[in-house]
Every structure is written in structure tokens, then in C-alpha cells.
């Protein structure tokens, strides 16, 4: 490393400019010179290596004037802190602030700053100096960086013979952990020895061991790309944000929500259909399968004897049993929506109404035993329930004064 030389001009440059000096001053540090004689080598004034040391403070000129305002960092778009932002946590650490007092006056997260002053204080004297610490955040950045694997002949070897042996990298990584539970150097995770296996340009397993994994890809399969997944119907979906409003405020009957329960080990299943005006149930029988073909033809059986204003539209969930949804649509003229994923409160009357209907049909029961006539018989009984959510009407009662209404 060449030896440092100190400015033959010694004009004044300012803070910002003072580059190389500043590099080798933090140099010196590391290696264990005191300030003051790493300020005398750089060639820069003892108060010039504090504030790098220590960050920008008030000078005290008058020990009774009030604390200049302290101003704080502007949030970054970057999760990285920068130094502007370590220099006002040296500085409110200096003055004794808690973690979760300087994280929320700088909009971060308390972690975030326990963990950069536990990282990147003086491996020695354990101060946090903050352009030491940028100097070391920095310093790790760089990427790309060498593996375990590649570095690590015996934990390579241990993981190619695995490999032969027709393990999965999930199970060498376990039988790593369990053989070698006192050395950290030999744990890895499975997702290093699938990055060692397939990111070109790392080598540090050999190609041809792909062959041992249970795909046998020499490629990773991406799972998770929107535009390579399947589409889930072959008809597609109309979602549910494009629903008519009126559905919304349950204003105007003849909007329905449907789903299935289902039964011992997913063989059987009993279709639900709640109308979100008057929560009248109508149950769908199902007797052998709740295949789309099936759920079709019992959908449109069920709402046959509906008069058309009450058939405008129903909402579902993504389940395949309405793959032929568009063909009920069509048969019965009634528009199908469908919720997000993962999103049961998209059909809130719908989830009450199974959760009621299972005093019925238990969970981990076989709903194929049921009759047609024992579905009816439970859907009427619902239906004469008072509602607290009708103003304890019933749903048979709130419907039956809509249908006068309407006639």
C-alpha cells in the first residue's frame, strides 16, 4: 500500500473535500493510533479529526446560551442509512437518547438503530463514530461475495457427497447442523446450496449434481411471476371490485353470496347461497362430487325457481368448482364475480351463514347422506331464525315483504 503523503498546498477545502485525508485518518484509527497522532501523520487539525470522529455539534461558546434547534435527517428513499444519519446518532447517542427515542425522531425503526450501533461502533473502545461507521457499512457492501461453499473444500465435499446419495438440500442442511451443532462455518440454509447449484458464474458445486435432485433441473422453475402463472379458469374471472354498487349498501335484494362446506377428508360437500339483503339461505345439493360439471348443473337447478329481479348477481370465491362459471352466467342470466384471493370478508354474510349451518353438518362428517329434503328442511328452519341484523325479523319474513313490494 503506498505510503500517504500530506498536501504540499494547504489552502483550506473544507470538510467535503478533504478525501484522501480523511480515508487515511480512519485508517490510522483501525489500526490503533490515537487521534491525536493520527491527526498529526494526516496532516489535519486536532478539532477536524474529532467532528470525524465524533459528527458535527454545537461549539460552546456560551455555556448559558439555549441548544441550537437540532435538525433532523430527511427520510431517504433507501432502506441504507446514510451519513448524515449516522452523524445524528452519534450525536443523540452522545447525549444519552434512548434507542426508541432516536428511531422515531428519525422515522425508523428501533432495530435499525440498535443494530447499526451495535455493528459498526469501534471494534475496541466501543464508540459509535459515524464516518467510521459509513467507512465500514461501506466496506461490506460490495457484492458480489464469496460463499461459504466455494470457500469451504470440507463443507463442499460433505454436501457433493450428499448429493450423490440422492439427499434434498433441505436434509444436508439438517444432517449439517446435527453433525457439526459447535461450528457455525459448517451450517448453511438450503436456499445457499440451490444458489451454488444454479447462479451461473459461482461453480462452487458442480453442474451435473442437478441431476441428483429430485426435479433433476438444470434450472431453477420460477413459482411466483404473475405473468407466468396459469389462468384460473379457462373463461376469465369478472372480480369483484366490479361489482355493481348498489351490491354494496344491500340496498336492492337479489345479490348473492355463494360457497361450499365441506365435509370428511374434502369427498363431500353442500353448496351455500346467502342473499345479502334478507340473508335467506338456499342450500345447493350436492350428492357425490362438487365437480365444476356437478356444481353447474346444481346451481342452476337451485335457482330455477327465483323470479328474475332477484337473480342479479352472485359472488364467489376462486374455488375450481366454478370453472364453468360462465356458463351458469349464461344459462341462468345471472352475472358471477369473484372475490380476491384470500379474502373471506368479501363475503362476510356468506362465512356467517356456514358458521351457523355447521350445528348441522359437523365438521368431519359425510355430507353425501344428506337428502334433498333434509336440505330444504335445515334452510327453512335458518330462514325462521329472528335476525338481530333485521331488527329481529326473520330472513323468510324480510324476503316475503320485498316479494309484496315488488308484486
Not at 484522501?20 to 496532516?43: K, N, P
Not at 458480489?144 to 450428499?162: D, F, T, V, W
Not at 345479490?255 to 377428508?265: A, P, R, Y
Not at 337451485?302 to 364467489?316: C, D, E, G, N, Q
Amino acid at each position: 500500500m503506498e505510503e500517504f503523503e500530506i498536501r504540499k498546498i494547504r489552502s483550506p477545502q473544507g470538510p467535503k473535500k478533504l478525501i484522501r485525508e480523511r480515508e487515511e485518518y480512519f485508517r490510522l484509527m483501525d489500526q490503533g493510533f490515537s487521534s491525536r497522532e493520527a491527526c498529526r501523520i494526516v496532516g489535519i487539525n486536532i478539532r477536524t479529526g474529532k467532528r470525524w470522529r465524533n459528527g458535527w455539534n454545537r461549539t460552546k461558546w456560551n455555556k448559558g446560551a439555549p441548544p441550537a434547534p437540532r435538525t433532523v435527517p430527511p427520510p431517504g428513499e433507501s432502506r441504507y442509512l446514510r451519513e448524515d444519519e449516522r452523524i445524528y446518532i452519534a450525536d443523540r447517542v452522545r447525549e444519552k437518547a434512548s434507542i426508541r427515542e432516536i428511531a422515531r425522531e428519525m422515522g425508523r425503526a428501533p432495530s435499525t438503530i440498535s443494530r447499526e450501533i451495535r455493528r459498526n461502533r469501534h471494534p475496541t473502545g466501543g464508540q459509535y463514530r459515524p464516518h467510521a461507521a459509513q467507512a465500514r457499512a461501506d466496506a461490506r457492501r460490495p457484492r458480489p461475495k464469496p460463499s461459504k461453499i466455494g470457500q469451504n473444500p470440507e463443507l463442499r465435499a460433505y454436501i457433493q457427497e450428499h448429493l450423490h446419495k440422492r439427499w434434498s438440500p433441505e436434509q444436508i442442511v439438517q444432517s449439517l447442523r446435527r453433525t457439526f451443532p459447535e461450528r457455525a462455518e459448517m451450517h448453511v440454509c438450503h436456499e445457499t446450496i440451490y444458489q451454488a447449484l444454479y447462479v451461473q458464474g459461482r461453480g462452487e458445486l458442480r453442474r451435473e449434481l442437478t441431476r441428483a435432485l429430485r426435479t433433476g433441473r438444470a434450472m431453477r422453475k420460477p413459482r411466483r411471476l404473475a405473468q407466468q402463472r396459469q389462468p384460473r379458469y379457462s373463461t376469465p374471472m369478472v372480480m369483484i371490485s366490479e361489482r355493481p354498487a348498489e351490491a354494496d349498501d344491500r340496498a336492492v335484494p337479489g345479490h348473492w353470496e355463494g360457497d361450499c362446506i365441506i365435509g370428511k377428508n374434502g369427498s363431500s360437500a353442500i353448496g351455500t347461497l346467502v342473499e345479502r339483503t334478507t340473508r335467506y339461505v338456499m342450500l345447493v345439493h350436492l350428492p357425490t362430487d362438487r365437480s365444476a360439471e356437478r356444481m353447474r348443473d346444481a346451481l342452476l337447478d337451485t335457482v330455477a325457481t327465483l323470479p328474475a329481479h332477484l337473480k342479479r348477481s352472485l359472488t364467489w370465491d376462486q374455488g375450481s368448482e366454478m370453472g364453468r362459471h360462465h356458463e351458469f352466467s349464461v344459462a341462468a342470466d345471472m352475472p358471477v364475480y369473484f372475490c380476491d384471493p384470500a379474502s373471506p370478508w368479501q363475503r362476510g354474510s356468506n362465512e356467517n351463514t356456514n358458521g351457523l349451518l355447521r350445528q348441522y353438518f359437523p365438521k368431519g362428517t359425510d355430507l353425501s347422506v344428506h337428502t334433498r329434503d333434509q336440505l330444504d328442511a335445515v334452510a327453512a328452519e335458518l330462514n325462521a331464525r329472528p335476525r338481530k341484523t333485521l331488527d329481529w325479523e326473520t330472513p323468510a319474513e324480510r324476503l316475503a315483504m320485498l316479494l309484496a313490494a315488488t308484486s
